[in-house]
Structure formats: C-alpha cells, structure tokens
C-alpha cells in the first residue's frame, strides 16, 4: 500500500456517528493512519480518556483508580534510542494546552518521554514516522 493510499484510508469517516468535534476527527484519523503503517505496533499506541464529561461520583472513582488530569490524549508505548514513550497531545489549530497539561508535559519530559502537542494528520504522521526511525 501506498503512502497515499494509507493516508486516504486514514481520513475515510467510519460508519458510525461522530460528533462533530475537530479534535475528535483529527485523533480518529491518526490512530487508523498509525494502525495501517505499524500493524505490528497497533496496540501500542492507545487514547487515554480524560476529555470526557463525568458526574462528580464517577470522576471521583476514575480518580481513585488512578486517572489524572492533564494526560496526554494519545500514548506510543514504544521507546526508541532516546525516549522511553512518545506522548501526543491532540489540539485543534488554534487551541493551546491547559496549565495541567503544560505542568504534565514538564513532568513527562523530565522521566525520559517525549512529549508532542499535535494539530492535523500531517503533523502526526511526520511526529511518528521520525519518532520510530529512531529505533
């Protein structure tokens, strides 16, 4: 498969319903363009859930199992020659982190990750392709 085909077969909306949320579609994209190019790392590369709207019981369980604010939304457990795991942070063009975001990035860089904020397909696929050349 091609380059273009892959990244065409990326940005082609599933079936199902999506909201109508930026952010969401460019995270959708990456994930099936990554699962695509690196079938053999497919399920290395993860969302975590933070974003979404909770009742305060149900956030103050998610918090004791351990869920924190400011996460990145996309994790690579993958290391390569410099880092222990890539971390991708997910924005629409023209939005920018949170403090706790800023304030997790700052703590994830200082363990050895690599931290990315990213704002379209493009973007990701050049982030990915020169994380894992580094392997």
Request: with cysteine; glycine share 4%; aromatic share 10%.
């Amino acid at each position: 498969m091609t380059y273009e085909e892959m990244k065409s077969k990326a940005c082609v909306a599933s079936s199902r319903s999506k909201p109508k949320n930026e952010e969401h579609k460019i995270q959708c994209s990456c994930v099936r363009y990554f699962r695509l190019k690196y079938p053999h790392l497919r399920n290395m590369l993860f969302a975590v859930p933070n974003a979404a709207r909770r009742s305060a019981r149900n956030g103050a369980y998610m918090k004791d199992e351990g869920m924190l604010p400011g996460v990145a939304d996309l994790i690579l457990l993958k290391s390569n020659r410099f880092y222990g795991a890539l971390c991708i942070e997910m924005k629409k063009p023209g939005e920018y982190q949170r403090p706790v975001q800023k304030d997790w990035q700052k703590e994830c860089e200082a363990n050895g990750n690599k931290y990315v904020v990213v704002r379209s397909l493009d973007e990701f696929i050049k982030v990915v392709d020169n994380y894992l050349k580094d392997i």
